[in-house]
């Protein structure tokens, strides 16, 4: 059973970087997408960015073009956001999850409802 776990969340400042990581446990493959999301107060998730299996591809958000880096490391199976220039608005709880894919297919996912594994989140707060 594959198993997906968020960490490095916490608090900072306004204009800050994070990284965010999400280990995949428990599949020796990377026949997968991943894929952030992220969720605030009172809003609906929403997708950050993805990467497809090979790390060849990827895309962010509109909002986090330029600010926002999306990496993997298929060799021990993890993924990073790392994510700059951090304001008020990118609080929120962010989860990483994967989707799987057929190789070579480099395709990044977007829709949520295609993510069958969800990391269980972690809280990034941003103060101003």
């Known amino acids: 059973q594959m198993q997906l776990v968020e960490s490095g969340g916490g608090l900072v400042q306004a204009g800050d970087s994070l990284r965010l990581s999400c280990a995949v446990v428990?599949?020796?493959?990377?026949?997968?997408?991943m894929g952030w999301f992220r969720q605030a107060p009172g809003k609906e998730r929403e997708f950050v960015g993805g990467i497809g299996w090979s790390a060849g591809t990827q895309k962010s958000a509109d909002d986090m073009k330029g600010r926002g880096t999306i990496s993997r490391e298929n060799t021990n199976n993890t993924g990073t956001l790392q994510m700059n220039s951090l304001n008020t608005e990118d609080t929120a709880d962010y989860y990483c999850?994967?989707?799987?894919?057929?190789?070579?297919?480099?395709?990044?996912?977007?829709?949520?409802?295609?993510?069958?594994?969800w990391g269980p989140g972690i809280q990034v707060t941003v103060s101003s």
């Open positions: 428990g599949h020796r493959n990377s026949d997968y997408a």
């Open positions: 999850a994967v989707a799987p894919v057929h190789r070579p297919n480099p395709v990044v996912v977007e829709a949520a409802w295609r993510f069958v594994y």
